[in-house]
Structure formats: C-alpha cells, structure tokens
C-alpha cells in the first residue's frame, strides 16, 4: 500500500510577504514553482486557500502547503470565489445570476448550482449550502456555508454574526436630504410579489436603512448612493429609495425599469460584508469594487 505524502506545515515567526515565506521554507523553491503551488490553491493561511504571492504573513500564523495536486479553481464568468476555507465559501456575484433556483427542479444556473459543481469536483460527497441571497440583478458578496449544520447557525444568528452590510445603489434624481436614516413598516403582498412600505407602524416589519449620496451627476439625473442596513427585509433598499422619489436605476418592480436607464440591469451592488465567522469567532471582512459602469453614469 503506498503511503500518502504529509502536507507541509510551517509557523510563521516575523512579519514576511507569502511568498518571500515560502521560498525561504520550502528548501529553495524556485518563485515559478511557488506561483504553481499558489495558483493550483495548495497553499492555505490558518484555514483559508490563499492564491496571492503578495499576502502579507503575521507571526503566529500557520501556512499549510497541500502535497496532492491541488483544489480545482473555479472559472465562471458571473461568478468568483473571494475567499474560501473549510467551513465557508464567498463569492461575488455578478448580476443576471440566481443565487439558488426559484422552483424546485429547474436546470437554471445559479450560484448555487455552479459552487456545488466547483466542490464536488474536490470531494464528490462535498455540498454547499446557501446562507443569504441576492436579487438576481444585484451584484456583489455572498456566503455559502460548507455544511447543513453551519447553515442552519447561520441563518438563525445571522442579524448577530454581521458588522457591516453595505451597499451601493445608483438612484434616480437626488434624494432629499442627502444624508439619512430611512424607517418604515414593510408589508409584503404575497400575490404579487410586491412589498408595501408605510411610514407608520402598521402591524408589518420594521425596515431601517441609513444611506449617504456619494455623488451626483451634473444634471442631478442620477445619484451614487451608499446604503447600510440595519435589517435584511426582502426588497429593503429597493422600496426604501423608491418611496423616497428615489428608485434604483433599472428597477423594473418600483420604479421605472429600462426607461430611465443607462444601463441594462438593477444597479444595486452588495460592496461591503462583515461578519464574525462562526467557528473560528474572528470577524472576516470582504469588500468587491462599484461595478465600473455605475461610475461612468454619474460622471
């Protein structure tokens, strides 16, 4: 029976760049075979497969080099893997994608269906297991938990676990005043999909989101405006911007779809998230770029 070759583990003493590192350690590796090993996701810091030479390494931490051939990389155009170790995965997610099939059964691609794909390739009786969701016009960060188990934690502490939830939303005309809190009571009409906002209490789920208008466009056309929730309802910063006079760009169900934009899509972009992650209790940062053309329209 042939013996399988250990993994490498090394302890990091000082401050050095990974891939400074890992030459020194790995008995005179060559930078091109450093690159390979990083490119084929062998490498991990603490528990997270890290593919950046350029990552900077603390005392204390611990690099583990893989000695099989390596993860399968993940190589879809509406999606990318932003981080990954064994318990989660995030992504970004490009708009036009569904984050899980709308009915049971459908042959759609999501993200879903394209990371259970991408883990199976590793582990056939490897799953995922979807945490939150986007729209699917919306881009940007979302968290899939590697088990059932870590799922179902998530899910049920996930108001508890997250620091920081920020979007960018591109708005039509400016909103008034630039800077603020929006409260109201949602109420969601379950035949037609649509949710309601009222800017008093009456009897349905509280919403508050406070946003910032980043810039505006000479004509006062359009607004770039950053948006933090304070709650996850469904559709929450979409009904909040419109019942402000404010929709988002493209937004077919509360505002004014196509007519009114430059852009052939929702332009809503999940920029920033945050949260303690739920088994090492250490809080994980992960931040995706403005879609490009959000820019150019305010310009």
């Known amino acids: 029976m042939i013996k399988r070759k250990a993994d490498t583990v090394l302890k990091v003493s000082e401050p050095a760049p990974l891939m400074d590192f ?17 490119g084929q996701r062998r490498v991990k810091v603490g528990n997270a497969i890290q593919t950046r030479h350029d990552f900077a390494l603390k005392a204390g931490d611990v690099v583990t080099v893989s000695s099989g051939r390596g993860n399968s990389q993940l190589t879809h155009p509406k999606l990318k893997i932003v981080y990954e170790d064994d318990d989660l995965i995030v992504v970004n997610k490009q708009p036009g994608l569904l984050t899980v099939a709308a009915t049971p ?29 986007l729209d699917r016009e919306t881009s940007g960060l979302l968290v899939f938990a ?70 505006t466009s000479v004509d006062e056309q359009y607004s770039l405006v950053e948006l933090h929730l304070e709650t996850g309802r469904t559709n929450q910063i979409r009904v909040h911007l ?58």
């Open 146 to 215: 590697r088990s059932e188990e870590l799922q179902h934690y998530m899910r049920q502490y996930w108001r508890d676990l997250v620091t920081e939830r920020t979007y960018i939303a591109l708005a039509e005309g400016t909103l008034n005043p630039r800077e603020g809190q929006i409260r109201s009571w949602f109420t969601e009409d379950k035949r037609n999909a649509v949710v309601y906002s009222s800017p008093v209490d009456d009897g349905g789920d509280l919403a508050i989101t406070n946003y910032k208008t980043l810039r």
């Open 105 to 133: 059964g459908s042959s759609e691609t999501t993200a879903f269906s394209i990371l259970r794909a991408y883990v199976k390739k590793q582990n056939a009786r490897a799953g995922v297991y979807v945490v939150h969701r």
């Open 242 to 299: 419109a019942s402000k006079g404010c929709p988002v760009v493209g937004d077919r169900k509360y505002g004014h779809g196509n007519e009114s934009s430059p852009i052939d899509r929702l332009c809503l972009h999940a920029k920033v998230l945050a949260f303690i992650h739920p088994v090492t209790e250490k809080t994980v940062r992960f931040e995706s770029p403005v879609p490009k053309e959000f820019n150019r329209v305010i310009l």
């Open 22 to 38: 890992l030459i020194a350690k790995m008995g005179g590796m060559a930078r091109s075979s450093v690159k390979q090993l990083l």
